[in-house]
Nanobody, 124 residues
Framework: QVQLVESGGGLVQAGDSLRLSCAAS????????MAWFRQAPGKERDFVAF????????FYAGSVKGRFTVSRDNAKNTVYLQMNSLKSEDTAVYYC?????????????????WGQGTQVTVSS
């Protein structure tokens, strides 16, 4: 059974940085794309960033581009999201997700594996 476990969330002030981690287990993720989504209260779960298996290609939502960086350590089966210059509008539950699909990777429906989420709260 596939498990994705996020960690690293917390309460920070605007302008601070935070790094989220997502540890994967239960199967090999060779060839997979791993992504981060987020969901604010009362809103849809939105795409944040994804990274393909070899780390050679990443893609970001416009709202986080230049501030967030996604990376992965395949030896550890772990994906990271470094978040800098945090804003109050970044407040949300952040979810890690995985897929073997290669199309539509900004859409949550394309992801088969999900973590339980980690709360990030940014105070202004």
């Amino acid at each position: 059974q596939v498990q994705l476990v996020e960690s690293g969330g917390g309460l920070v002030q605007a302008g601070d940085s935070l790094r989220l981690s997502c540890a994967a287990s239960g199967r090999t993720f060779t060839g997979s794309t791993m992504a981060w989504f987020r969901q604010a209260p009362g809103k849809e779960r939105d795409f944040v960033a994804f990274i393909q298996w070899n780390g050679g290609f990443t893609f970001y939502a416009g709202s986080v581009k230049g501030r967030f960086t996604v990376s992965r350590d395949n030896a550890k089966n772990t994906v990271y999201l470094q978040m800098n210059s945090l804003k109050s509008e970044d407040t949300a539950v952040y979810y890690c997700a995985g897929t073997m699909r290669t199309r539509g990777r900004t859409q949550r429906t394309q992801y088969d594996y999900w973590g339980q989420g980690t709360q990030v709260t940014v105070s202004s």
